[in-house]
């Protein structure tokens, strides 16, 4: 919330005109769910760094300095948001495919250090209820990626 009044004033003393509305960008909202899972239990390991990366080069067709760049911003971002909220909205126009393609996706950033945090399994499980995505589709998704990887 703070960190919300913080970025209107800082709008305001700037001189934007807070009457536009920003549009969805919806490859950085993706990226901010990545990281938003991967910080989830406050420690980010290598392995989770590098499935972002490959993730989002994969699914959004995005080169090394393209990536770099895109988690960049969404790492700042993520910092500065008050809750998922902030990026699942932008991503309401996804297929119903595509949204679990970004659960399946979560999944595989959270599991890429060999387990599943609680407070992951929450961000996830949260990220699917705001993308309306059936829990059925969110446990399918959470079996693929943790049988494949026994």
Not at 37 to 45: F, P, R, T
Not at 59 to 83: H, Q
Request: glycine content about 2%; charged content about 30%.
């Amino acid at each position: 919330m703070l960190n919300s009044i913080k970025s209107l004033f800082k709008q305001l003393l700037e001189g934007q005109d807070l009457g536009q509305s920003a549009q969805p960008d919806v490859n950085l909202a993706i990226a901010c769910l990545l990281c938003e899972v991967a910080g989830a239990d406050h420690q980010i390991a290598q392995v989770e760094i590098d499935a972002k990366r490959q993730l989002l080069a994969r699914f959004l067709d995005l080169d090394e300095s393209e990536v770099t760049t895109l988690l960049s911003r969404a790492e700042s971002r993520s910092k500065d948001s008050t809750s998922l909220y902030d990026f699942t909205s932008q991503l309401r126009e996804l297929s119903q495919e595509s949204r679990i393609t970004l659960i399946k996706a979560m999944w595989q950033v959270a599991h890429a250090d060999g387990e599943i945090d609680p407070l992951e399994d929450s961000v996830i499980r949260k990220t699917a209820e705001l993308l309306y995505v059936d829990h059925s589709e969110f446990i399918r998704a959470k079996l693929s990626v943790t049988d494949s990887k026994k």
